[in-house]
């Protein structure tokens, strides 16, 4: 079975680089711009895997990723945040709030499609 | 039978005894093994208190007035609570400055003022010499009755006058010889007198157990106990009387005077004073002597009232007088031993008074009033002869035998009228006079000679008038009009009855107006006057000496050779002593011999120190003043020192207003800095939120760049769409790079501007030429209003371009493709000033939103879906644009509604005047 992955995420030239690395990468990808659409389809697509912009319009990532950690049917999905703001406070309140990795824009596609598949891996 | 030969023989027995005892301990002294150094041997010295007053007077006293004699023994005891912080005080001080004598003390006090001593001399000699013929007068009548053994009926006071004076002539002589056999035999006097300490304790306990034994005889032996006596008493309706205390009007007050006459009687009498500070040889000593001496005050006093009630009883005809109850009622009795030992009690009494007060007072002749005129005595040159202990010692020689020859004229004089009680309250209310500028001085620094002097000299002068003028009136010197009625026949000026105040016993009148003078002197005067800066660095060491600590101030200016002091010291101590001084002080310094030795001021106030231990504190000073130079405070010298501080006081007006200013700078510098530190903040949230706008379109061109890179087998179609998206995301990093630049420049005021007048109507047609195109790609419609001439405006062309082209783009923005209208409209607002407004029909903005699109990077999104294209930053580089060139820009809009973004400039000729203004 294909792996699901959300790409939470209002740039759309990111969504576009993103979509494009994980459906080489052999994932399934859904796309939400904004926090409140992120839950949603978090809820109703159940992914392995969320790719989690903080900076998203509304819900910001950290509250998603809490959300995301308080729903038990959710317990398997795994959570990569995004930033561009790269502060390790960041980083700090991303871990608190649940997330099991945490990247730095702008990202190196190889390392960022390395890291998804080591979570996946663990998720399994 | 008691033979008058038995009485000298016994007599002269037990005075050989006394030098006995104090042979053995000035030996041990010597030795420096101190038999008087223990707290009960103190107390009985205290004892000395106890006179010929208290062992024959009392029952004298008793007889008369009942309870009155009581005050004299209450007083003291009221004044002992206090011992623990007064007289351990005093001999604190004492201790410090090396005093000799009551006199010196006060003199140390007070500046070392050899006049002030000298005063306080003269008053305790004429003070205390009828306490002195009191004690003659009792020792010359025991005498006479005792040999009158066993007739106790013959004393009469007319008949045996001429013989009780030959009497108490040869008793003082003797009295002379025995004080300076005891007191002068050494020059000793800045030491202790151990041996004189050790026979008045002695003494002490003799007068105590006769004393009691007579009271034991009469109360239990010849009456029947207390019991008895008082019942008897009381059945005699003039004996009854004395058993009420406070019969008589006024006897409340004189009950309160008298103990507190006692009160300063136990610390100001000289005798007292030597006993209790002199002679002391550790202050412990006075917590012993704070229980013991009021016992032994107690003790020496419970068969008073029982012995003056047994005498009348036993002499119901009144024909022996009631002051030698004591003696004749074991006479009468024929009881011979306990006669004796009564009679040795009161020699006792007597000769332990005489001999310490007669040292203390000889000590403050010498000191404070001969020594100090001799040294100024310029012809004498008295400082640079030899040995002067010699001298030293025939002085205080002739003083005592000068003070008892005076005591005996007085005795003469004045002796017969009065009772043994009434004169030594005369000499009470004198030492009385000392207490205002001694305790004064002792705790109030603000205290100055010149108070003293004032307050001592009123205060006598009252007590002369109102109780020795009337004791010699009474023993028939002088008649008696002046006390009877007034001198030049005043009646307010009556002695006894000054200013009108009657109904008071004789003591307690003079006390109320001496005490009146004398404090009302010493306060006005040391108030209104300066103290002299010696005076003022005395009166702190005195006031706080029980705070101060390390070395005194040392005083003297110029040196002085080692040689030429130590000369000086010996002359007046003795050359090997003068040589032991100086070598224990180059010892303490750490001097191998005195040679080494400087005589600077440390040096020479040591000198004045162990000189003040021997002839007192102002002669002292006068001896080494002679060698050397005297830190004089001058008058100019004083007003110097007080420029100084009114300088001070001016500069530290100063400095609270500097502070004032300080706190002000602080204040507002706080203000800065929490500006500052929001302007930091700023700065950071504003980098932060640029590298955030930076990274974004970052990392899109590196992750299409490697997915490029990485896939060259990806669909043309897709790697066209890539390559835009990579061309787009750099064309919005370079433009956001230039406007974060651009805003710099404006905010920090470093942009050019080219200003010129302008006609805004070219400048919109411009604008709206250049954005036409991308209004026709999103099918939004545009429209210019413009007038059909304008005035001019100043201002930069390109600058104006640039807001004006963000209008219109934001505006295209916002509005609904195909259905879109913009239009831009120029009027004249106002006189000064041209307005352009840019009216869209697009989705409005709410009024919260409207008041943050000017800050940077504070976008409105139209959608939820898509952020708008742009930066966040145009809106607020035109609104510093607009500022900078004087107008303003501002929307209205409501949501729904479409939006209106206006902006003003200001009028060429206008902004012409605005300068001419300026430059005015």
Same mark, same amino acid.
């Given at each position: 079975m294909t792996p699901r992955i959300l790409i939470a995420e209002d740039e759309e030239s990111i969504i576009a680089s993103l979509e494009f690395l994980m459906r080489r990468a052999g994932y399934e990808t859904r796309v939400a711009r904004d926090g409140d659409a992120a839950l949603a389809s978090a809820a109703q697509y159940a992914p392995q895997l969320v790719l989690l912009d903080i900076m998203l319009p509304g819900l910001s990532g950290f509250d998603v990723c809490e959300r995301i950690r308080a729903d038990p049917a959710l317990r398997a999905t795994r959570v990569m945040m995004l930033t561009a703001r790269g502060a390790s406070d960041d980083e700090a309140r991303g871990r608190a709030a649940g997330a099991d990795d945490y990247v730095t824009k702008p990202f190196s596609t190889h390392d960022l499609v390395a890291r998804v598949r080591a979570l996946l891996a663990r998720g399994r | 039978?008691?033979?008058?030969?038995?009485?000298?023989?016994?007599?002269?027995?037990?005075?050989?005894?006394?030098?006995?005892?104090?042979?053995?301990? #000035?030996?041990?002294?010597?030795?420096?093994?101190?038999?008087?150094?223990?707290?009960?041997?103190?107390?009985?010295?205290?004892?000395?208190?106890?006179?010929?007053?208290?062992?024959?007077?009392?029952?004298?006293?008793?007889?008369?007035?009942?309870?009155?004699?009581?005050?004299?023994?209450?007083?003291?005891?009221?004044?002992?609570?206090?011992?623990?912080?007064?007289?351990?005080?005093?001999?604190?001080?004492?201790?410090?400055?090396?005093? *000799?004598?009551?006199? #010196?003390?006060?003199?140390?006090?007070?500046?070392? $003022?050899?006049?002030?001593?000298?005063?306080?001399?003269?008053?305790?000699?004429?003070?205390?010499?009828?306490?002195?013929? @009191?004690?003659?007068?009792?020792?010359?009548?025991?005498?006479?009755?005792?040999?009158?053994?066993?007739?106790?009926?013959?004393?009469?006071?007319?008949?045996?006058?001429?013989?009780?004076?030959?009497?108490?002539?040869?008793? /003082?002589?003797?009295?002379?010889?025995? %004080?300076?056999?005891?007191?002068?035999?050494?020059?000793?006097?800045?030491?202790?007198?151990?041996?004189?300490?050790?026979?008045?304790?002695?003494?002490?306990?003799?007068?105590?157990? /006769?004393?009691?034994?007579?009271?034991?005889?009469?109360?239990?032996?010849?009456?029947?106990?207390?019991?008895?006596?008082?019942?008897?008493?009381?059945?005699?309706?003039?004996?009854?009387?004395?058993?009420?205390?406070?019969?008589?009007?006024?006897?409340? $007050?004189?009950?309160?005077?008298?103990?507190?006459?006692?009160?300063?009687?136990?610390?100001?009498?000289?005798?007292?004073?030597?006993?209790?500070?002199?002679?002391?040889?550790?202050?412990?000593?006075?917590?012993?002597?704070?229980?013991?001496?009021?016992?032994?005050?107690?003790?020496?006093?419970?068969?008073?009232?029982?012995?003056?009630?047994?005498?009348?009883?036993?002499?119901?005809?009144?024909?022996?007088?009631? #002051?030698?109850?004591?003696?004749?009622?074991?006479?009468?009795?024929?009881?011979?031993?306990?006669?004796?030992?009564?009679?040795?009690?009161?020699?006792?009494?007597?000769?332990?008074?005489?001999?310490?007060? *007669?040292?203390?007072?000889?000590?403050?002749?010498?000191?404070?009033?001969?020594?100090?005129?001799?040294?100024?005595?310029?012809?004498?040159?008295?400082?640079?002869?030899?040995?002067?202990?010699?001298?030293?010692?025939?002085?205080?020689?002739?003083?005592?035998?000068?003070?008892?020859?005076?005591?005996?004229?007085?005795?003469?004089?004045?002796?017969?009228?009065?009772?043994?009680?009434?004169?030594?309250?005369?000499?009470?209310?004198?030492?009385?006079?000392?207490?205002?500028?001694?305790?004064?001085?002792?705790?109030?620094?603000?205290?100055?000679?010149?108070?003293?002097?004032?307050?001592?000299?009123?205060?006598?002068?009252?007590?002369?008038?109102?109780?020795?003028?009337?004791?010699?009136?009474?023993?028939?010197?002088?008649?008696?009009?002046?006390?009877?009625?007034?001198?030049?026949?005043?009646?307010?000026?009556?002695?006894?009855?000054?200013?009108?105040?009657?109904?008071? #016993?004789?003591?307690?009148?003079?006390?109320?107006?001496?005490?009146?003078?004398?404090?009302?002197?010493?306060?006005?005067?040391?108030?209104?006057?300066?103290?002299?800066?010696?005076?003022?660095?005395?009166?702190?060491?005195?006031?706080?000496?029980?705070?101060?600590?390390?070395?005194?101030?040392?005083?003297?200016?110029? %040196?002085?050779?080692?040689?030429?002091?130590? *000369?000086?010291?010996?002359?007046?101590?003795?050359?090997?002593?003068?040589?032991?001084?100086?070598?224990?002080?180059?010892?303490?310094?750490?001097?191998?011999?005195?040679?080494?030795?400087?005589?600077?001021?440390?040096?020479?106030?040591?000198?004045?120190?162990?000189?003040?231990?021997?002839?007192?504190?102002?002669?002292?000073?006068?001896?080494?003043?002679?060698?050397?130079?005297?830190?004089?405070?001058?008058?100019?010298?004083?007003?110097?020192?007080?420029?100084?501080?009114?300088?001070?006081?001016?500069?530290?007006?100063?400095?609270?207003?500097?502070?004032?200013?300080?706190?002000?700078?602080?204040?507002?510098?706080?203000?800065?800095?929490?500006?500052?530190?929001?302007?930091?903040?700023l700065k950071d949230d504003f980098i932060s939120t640029v590298t955030h706008e930076l990274r974004t379109p970052l990392t899109s061109i590196r992750a299409f760049s490697e997915i490029l890179y990485d896939h060259p087998d990806i669909d043309p179609a897709e790697r066209h769409r890539f390559l835009g998206l990579v061309i787009k995301e750099s064309e919005r990093l370079t433009r956001l790079i230039n406007q974060v630049l651009d805003l710099a420049k404006l905010e920090?005021?470093?942009a050019?501007?080219?200003?010129?007048? @302008?006609?805004?109507?070219?400048i919109v047609v411009d604008a709206v030429g250049a954005t036409s195109q991308l209004f026709k790609a999103q099918g939004v419609q545009i429209e210019a209003?413009?007038?059909?001439?304008?005035?001019?405006?100043?201002?930069?062309?390109d600058r104006v371009m640039q807001v004006l082209l963000n209008l219109l783009s934001n505006a295209v923005k916002f509005c609904p493709p195909r259905t879109g209208r913009v239009e831009v409209?120029?009027?004249?607002?106002?006189?000064?000033?041209?307005?352009?407004?840019v009216e869209d029909n697009g989705a409005g903005i709410s009024?919260e939103h409207q008041a943050v699109i000017f800050q940077k990077f504070r976008q409105v999104g139209d959608t939820l879906t898509q952020k708008p294209a742009g930066t966040g930053l145009g809106l607020a580089i035109c609104r510093q644009i607009?500022?900078?060139?004087?107008?303003?820009l501002?929307v209205?809009s409501e949501p729904g509604r479409g939006s209106t973004f206006?902006?003003?400039?200001?009028?060429?000729?206008?902004?012409?005047?605005?300068?001419?203004?300026?430059?005015?």
């Amino acid at each position: 079975m294909t792996p699901r992955i959300l790409i939470a995420e209002d740039e759309e030239s990111i969504i576009a680089s993103l979509e494009f690395l994980m459906r080489r990468a052999g994932y399934e990808t859904r796309v939400a711009r904004d926090g409140d659409a992120a839950l949603a389809s978090a809820a109703q697509y159940a992914p392995q895997l969320v790719l989690l912009d903080i900076m998203l319009p509304g819900l910001s990532g950290f509250d998603v990723c809490e959300r995301i950690r308080a729903d038990p049917a959710l317990r398997a999905t795994r959570v990569m945040m995004l930033t561009a703001r790269g502060a390790s406070d960041d980083e700090a309140r991303g871990r608190a709030a649940g997330a099991d990795d945490y990247v730095t824009k702008p990202f190196s596609t190889h390392d960022l499609v390395a890291r998804v598949r080591a979570l996946l891996a663990r998720g399994r | 039978m008691l033979q008058p030969w038995v009485v000298i023989l016994g007599s002269f027995g037990y005075i050989a005894l006394l030098f006995a005892i104090a042979y053995y301990a #000035d030996r041990r002294a010597r030795e420096g093994r101190s038999v008087i150094n223990t707290p009960v041997i103190y107390s009985l010295s205290l004892a000395v208190y106890a006179t010929a007053w208290t062992f024959y007077g009392s029952v004298g006293r008793a007889a008369h007035d009942g309870v009155g004699f009581l005050p004299i023994y209450v007083g003291p005891t009221l004044m002992i609570l206090l011992w623990w912080f007064v007289l351990r005080k005093i001999i604190r001080v004492a201790k410090l400055v090396r005093t *000799t004598s009551l006199a #010196d003390f006060m003199a140390s006090r007070y500046g070392k $003022s050899a006049l002030l001593g000298g005063l306080v001399t003269v008053i305790a000699v004429i003070g205390i010499l009828p306490y002195i013929s @009191l004690q003659l007068k009792a020792m010359s009548s025991s005498l006479q009755i005792v040999f009158a053994y066993p007739d106790v009926g013959v004393h009469e006071k007319s008949s045996t006058m001429p013989i009780q004076q030959v009497t108490a002539f040869y008793v /003082a002589m003797f009295m002379a010889l025995f %004080t300076i056999a005891f007191g002068t035999r050494r020059f000793d006097v800045s030491e202790r007198h151990e041996g004189m300490v050790a026979a008045i304790a002695f003494e002490a306990i003799v007068k105590l157990v /006769a004393f009691v034994a007579v009271g034991v005889y009469v109360t239990f032996f010849l009456f029947d106990g207390f019991g008895d006596i008082f019942g008897r008493a009381a059945e005699r309706p003039e004996l009854a009387r004395l058993m009420a205390p406070f019969d008589s009007p006024g006897a409340v $007050s004189d009950w309160a005077w008298m103990t507190l006459l006692s009160m300063f009687a136990i610390l100001f009498l000289p005798r007292q004073f030597q006993v209790s500070v002199i002679e002391n040889v550790e202050e412990g000593h006075v917590k012993t002597a704070m229980w013991l001496f009021p016992l032994y005050m107690l003790a020496i006093n419970v068969f008073v009232l029982p012995i003056a009630f047994g005498g009348h009883l036993a002499f119901p005809q009144g024909n022996v007088d009631a #002051d030698s109850f004591v003696l004749t009622l074991p006479m009468s009795h024929q009881h011979e031993g306990l006669t004796l030992l009564v009679f040795l009690g009161g020699i006792s009494a007597a000769t332990g008074m005489v001999i310490v007060e *007669t040292i203390a007072l000889s000590t403050m002749v010498c000191n404070d009033l001969i020594m100090p005129v001799l040294l100024r005595w310029k012809r004498l040159n008295l400082a640079g002869r030899g040995d002067l202990t010699a001298l030293l010692l025939d002085i205080r020689r002739g003083a005592i035998v000068l003070i008892l020859l005076l005591g005996y004229f007085y005795f003469v004089a004045a002796g017969e009228a009065y009772a043994l009680v009434s004169i030594g309250l005369i000499s009470f209310a004198a030492v009385a006079q000392f207490a205002p500028a001694f305790l004064g001085g002792l705790y109030w620094k603000g205290g100055t000679r010149d108070g003293a002097l004032a307050g001592l000299s009123m205060g006598f002068l009252v007590w002369l008038y109102t109780l020795l003028l009337p004791a010699f009136a009474k023993s028939g010197w002088f008649g008696m009009d002046i006390v009877a009625s007034g001198p030049f026949g005043i009646e307010m000026l009556k002695p006894t009855r000054l200013f009108g105040l009657s109904g008071l #016993d004789p003591t307690t009148h003079a006390m109320i107006w001496s005490m009146i003078a004398n404090i009302g002197g010493y306060v006005l005067v040391s108030i209104t006057g300066r103290q002299s800066a010696a005076e003022h660095s005395q009166a702190t060491l005195f006031v706080d000496v029980f705070t101060q600590t390390g070395e005194r101030g040392q005083q003297w200016r110029t %040196t002085t050779s080692v040689s030429a002091l130590q *000369t000086l010291l010996g002359r007046f101590l003795g050359p090997t002593r003068a040589a032991e001084l100086l070598q224990a002080y180059a010892t303490v310094r750490g001097f191998k011999s005195a040679e080494e030795l400087e005589a600077d001021a440390g040096l020479l106030s040591f000198a004045e120190l162990q000189l003040a231990g021997t002839i007192g504190a102002a002669s002292a000073h006068t001896i080494v003043a002679s060698i050397a130079q005297e830190e004089n405070l001058g008058l100019d010298e004083v007003m110097t020192i007080i420029d100084e501080a009114s300088h001070v006081i001016a500069y530290s007006h100063e400095l609270e207003g500097k502070q004032q200013e300080l706190e002000a700078a602080t204040a507002s510098l706080k203000a800065a800095n929490e500006r500052l530190k929001e302007l930091d903040r700023l700065k950071d949230d504003f980098i932060s939120t640029v590298t955030h706008e930076l990274r974004t379109p970052l990392t899109s061109i590196r992750a299409f760049s490697e997915i490029l890179y990485d896939h060259p087998d990806i669909d043309p179609a897709e790697r066209h769409r890539f390559l835009g998206l990579v061309i787009k995301e750099s064309e919005r990093l370079t433009r956001l790079i230039n406007q974060v630049l651009d805003l710099a420049k404006l905010e920090s005021g470093l942009a050019e501007w080219r200003t010129a007048d @302008l006609d805004l109507r070219e400048i919109v047609v411009d604008a709206v030429g250049a954005t036409s195109q991308l209004f026709k790609a999103q099918g939004v419609q545009i429209e210019a209003r413009l007038p059909a001439r304008a005035p001019l405006v100043l201002a930069d062309r390109d600058r104006v371009m640039q807001v004006l082209l963000n209008l219109l783009s934001n505006a295209v923005k916002f509005c609904p493709p195909r259905t879109g209208r913009v239009e831009v409209r120029l009027t004249q607002s106002g006189d000064a000033t041209m307005r352009v407004e840019v009216e869209d029909n697009g989705a409005g903005i709410s009024a919260e939103h409207q008041a943050v699109i000017f800050q940077k990077f504070r976008q409105v999104g139209d959608t939820l879906t898509q952020k708008p294209a742009g930066t966040g930053l145009g809106l607020a580089i035109c609104r510093q644009i607009v500022s900078r060139l004087g107008g303003r820009l501002w929307v209205e809009s409501e949501p729904g509604r479409g939006s209106t973004f206006s902006f003003t400039l200001p009028l060429a000729q206008a902004s012409d005047e605005v300068r001419a203004v300026a430059n005015a």
